[in-house]
C-alpha cells in the first residue's frame, strides 16, 4: 500500500512538472506584457517598461548601469532574484531580431504578478538571472542587424570594437555565469530537416572549437537544449530545428561556450500568419522559463542530450509562397515556353513615410519540388510572360496573382 502510495507521488509529480510549459502557455494572455504589439519597437520603450518592472519587483530586481552603445544609448543589466547559479541572458545582438526581447519582459511581467508561485519561487532562490535585452539599441532604432559603426556585432567578440562587444564580454567576465542564453530571429524561410516543416525554433549548443568536441560545459548546454526540446515538443512538434553548429571564431555563442558558461542559442523563426512574431514570442516565454526553471531545481540533467542532437538539422529551404507550373513564354517566338514553379517571399519594410509595407519578391525560379511553401498555388494551363517573372524582381503581390485565378 506504502509502495503504491509512493508510486502514485512520483506521477502526481512528474505530472506537476510536465504541466508547468502547459500552465505557462494557457496563462500567457494574462500574464505577457500587452504594452509590445510589434516587432518594431525601441529602446526608449522598453526602458520605460523596464522602470515599470523595477518598481513593481522591489527586492527581487535591480538595475546595474554597464554602459552606453555606439551612439550613447545608457544599456542596463537587469539582476533578478538571489540564487547562487547565474544564468545570463542577453537578446538583440541584432536590431532587427526582437523577438526574445518581448518575451524577457513578458517574463518579468509574469513575475511581477506570480512572485509566490511555486516554480518562480525556486527560480528566484536558485537562481540569479542576469539580463541584457537589447544589446544594440542603435540597431533597433533604425530595425537593422549591425551596430551604429555597420559591424555585426556578433563577429566582434575577438576584436572587441564595439561598445555593445565590449559590454557583453565585460558582464559575462565579472560575474562568470554558469548558463547563458544567446536570443537571437533567424529568417523565416528556414525548415527543419531537408523534407520538413518549417523551422520555428532553431536551437544550436556553439561549438568551442573547430573539431566541435563536448566537453563539460557544452555537455551541460546540450541538456539544457534537450529540456527545450521536450518543452517545446508539446506545441510544435516537427517544427524544431539543430543549427549549422561549425564553429565562428568571432561570434559570442562561440566564445561564451569557450569562456566557461554553458550556452544555448535560440533562433526564433518562423511560423504560419505571424509576421509580427507573437506566437513564437510566446514560445520564447515558455521555453525560457521553463529550462530556467529545470536549472533551478537541476532537472535538466536527465534529459538525455540526444534529444537534441537528433533534430533535423535547419535548412533554408522555404518559400511564403510557391506558384507551380506556370508556362513562362517568350515574346521572341522563336525560344520554346518552358514550365517553371516560383518562389515568392514576403518581406516588411517601412517605406519613406515610415509606415510599414509588404515587399513581395520573385526569390527563385524553376523545378522548385524540393521546397517547403506556407501557401501553394497550381498555376497549370496559365501562361506568363518571361517579362513579368524576372528573378528577384519587386512585385505587386495583389496584381500579380490575378494572373492565376
Ligand atoms: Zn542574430
Known amino acids: ?157 575577438l576584436a572587441l570594437q564595439t561598445s555593445e562587444a565590449n559590454i557583453l564580454k565585460n558582464v559575462r567576465d565579472k560575474y562568470n555565469p554558469k548558463f547563458g542564453f544567446n536570443l537571437h530571429d533567424q529568417d523565416p524561410w528556414n525548415t527543419a530537416g ?54 565562428e571564431p568571432r561570434a559570442f555563442g562561440d566564445n561564451i561556450q569557450k569562456w566557461g558558461t554553458s550556452t544555448v542559442l535560440i533562433e526564433s523563426g518562423g511560423y504560419p500568419n505571424d509576421p509580427n512574431k507573437m506566437f513564437i514570442r510566446k514560445l520564447n516565454f515558455v521555453a525560457i522559463l521553463t529550462s530556467i526553471n529545470s536549472i533551478a531545481t537541476e532537472k535538466y540533467t536527465e534529459t538525455q542530450i540526444s534529444k537534441y542532437e537528433s533534430l533535423p538539422e535547419n535548412k533554408n529551404l522555404l518559400y511564403d509562397i510557391i506558384i507551380k507550373n506556370i508556362t513562362q513564354t517568350f515574346m521572341n517566338s522563336t525560344i520554346k515556353s518552358v514550365k517553371v514553379d516560383i518562389g515568392i517571399n514576403i518581406t516588411q519594410t517601412e517605406n519613406s513615410e515610415k509606415v510599414v509595407v509588404q515587399k513581395a519578391t520573385i526569390e527563385n525560379k524553376g523545378d522548385l519540388r524540393t521546397y517547403k511553401t506556407f501557401r501553394v498555388i497550381d498555376a497549370k494551363g496559365k501562361k506568363v510572360d518571361n517579362s513579368k517573372l524576372k528573378l528577384n524582381s519587386e512585385i505587386n503581390m495583389e496584381e500579380f496573382l490575378k494572373q492565376f485565378n
Request: glycine share 6%; no cysteine.
Open 1 to 157: 500500500m506504502k509502495n503504491i502510495f509512493i508510486i502514485a507521488l512520483t506521477f502526481f509529480q512528474l505530472s506537476m512538472a510536465q504541466n508547468y510549459p502547459k500552465k505557462l502557455f494557457n496563462l500567457y494572455d494574462a500574464v505577457k506584457d500587452t504594452s509590445f504589439t510589434t516587432i518594431r519597437f525601441k529602446q526608449s520603450h522598453l526602458v520605460e517598461r523596464i522602470n515599470i518592472y523595477e518598481n513593481k519587483l522591489k527586492g527581487i530586481m535591480k538595475l546595474e548601469k554597464v554602459g552606453y552603445s555606439g551612439e550613447g544609448r545608457e544599456i542596463n543589466l537587469i539582476h533578478i532574484g538571489n540564487g547562487k547559479t547565474k544564468v545570463f541572458l542577453w537578446s538583440q545582438m541584432h536590431g532587427d531580431e526582437p523577438t526574445a526581447t518581448m518575451a524577457l519582459m513578458d517574463i518579468l511581467s509574469y513575475f511581477a504578478s506570480n512572485q509566490n508561485q511555486k516554480e518562480v519561487k525556486a527560480i528566484l532562490q536558485k537562481t540569479t538571472l542576469l539580463i541584457l535585452p537589447m544589446i544594440n539599441p542603435d540597431g533597433a532604432e533604425r530595425f537593422q542587424r549591425r551596430s551604429v559603426h555597420g559591424i555585426d556585432i556578433n563577429r566582434d567578440a
Open 194 to 247: 531537408q523534407n520538413g516543416d518549417v523551422s520555428t525554433i532553431a536551437l544550436l549548443t556553439p561549438a568551442y572549437n573547430f573539431e566541435k568536441s563536448t566537453n563539460a560545459v557544452r555537455k551541460r548546454a546540450k541538456h539544457v537544449a534537450a529540456e527545450i526540446v521536450d518543452i517545446l515538443n508539446s506545441f510544435i512538434k516537427g517544427k524544431i530545428a539543430r543549427y549549422n553548429d561549425d564553429f
